[in-house]
T-cell receptor
């Protein structure tokens, strides 16, 4: 089966611009998660979708970040306007069940650089 | 979720067993121990998890002490491709309808030497 796919793999934008990251989970996985690692810090949770509904968005840093999952398939994470501190690697993961008993499958991430 | 303590870095000779320790002295009775790793430029990869019994799969073995306050991830025959940051995470298995995110710490940088 295809894994979790993220696009683009790299993005360089100027401060104040908008960027949209996309994640395609494993087909049939209702649970989709966004994580990020910024400036060499630890990987941090952003939010969790169950199908198209936001189950937990406690990790979203501020209202410049908007995540959507229309139709319960792929998800997008928009940053508008981007700030320098948003630079980092954004990971998406999916799991068949919310318990994630057998682990989540992560994508390779999108490296975002804000200049 | 309970906090974990891991060494910052470790080296291992290729072909030898890599033993990565993790302390989780405040673990609760219903918390599982999960191990993930992140190879450079890739996303985190699930390795194994367990509650109190030792576990083994095609990737690794997980040894959990009887008091559950520490565990060891064992890669039986480390290869150069096992060079990665290894994360030990303890968490409650989330119940239906709720979610609990993974809390990554700093992990252990394992370097497998030729």
């Amino acid at each position: 089966e295809a894994g979790v796919t993220q696009f683009p793999s790299h993005s360089v934008i100027e401060k104040g611009q908008t960027v949209t990251l996309r994640c395609d989970p494993i087909s049939g996985h209702d649970n989709l998660y966004w994580y990020r690692r910024v400036m060499g810090k630890e990987i941090k949770f952003l939010l969790h979708f169950v199908k198209e509904s936001k189950q937990d968005e406690s990790g979203m840093p501020n209202n410049r970040f908007l995540a959507e999952r229309t139709g319960g398939t792929y998800s997008t994470l928009k940053v508008q306007p981007a700030e320098l501190e948003d630079s980092g690697v954004y990971f998406c993961a999916s799991s068949l069940e919310a318990r994630g008993s057998y682990g989540y499958t992560f994508g390779s991430g999108t490296r975002l650089t804000v200049v | 979720d309970a906090k974990t303590t891991q060494p910052t870095s470790m080296d291992c000779a290729e072909g030898r067993a890599a033993n990565l320790p993790c302390n989780h002295s405040t673990i609760s009775g219903n918390e599982y121990v999960y191990w993930y790793r992140q190879i450079h430029s890739q996303g985190p990869q699930y390795i194994i998890h367990g509650l109190k019994n030792n576990e083994t799969n095609e990737m690794a073995s997980l040894i959990i002490t009887e008091d559950r306050k520490s565990s060891t991830l064992i890669l039986p025959h480390a290869t150069l491709r096992d060079t990665a940051v290894y994360y030990c995470i303890v968490r409650v298995p989330i119940s239906s309808g709720s979610a609990r995110q993974l809390t990554f710490g700093s992990g252990t940088q394992l370097t497998v030497l030729p």
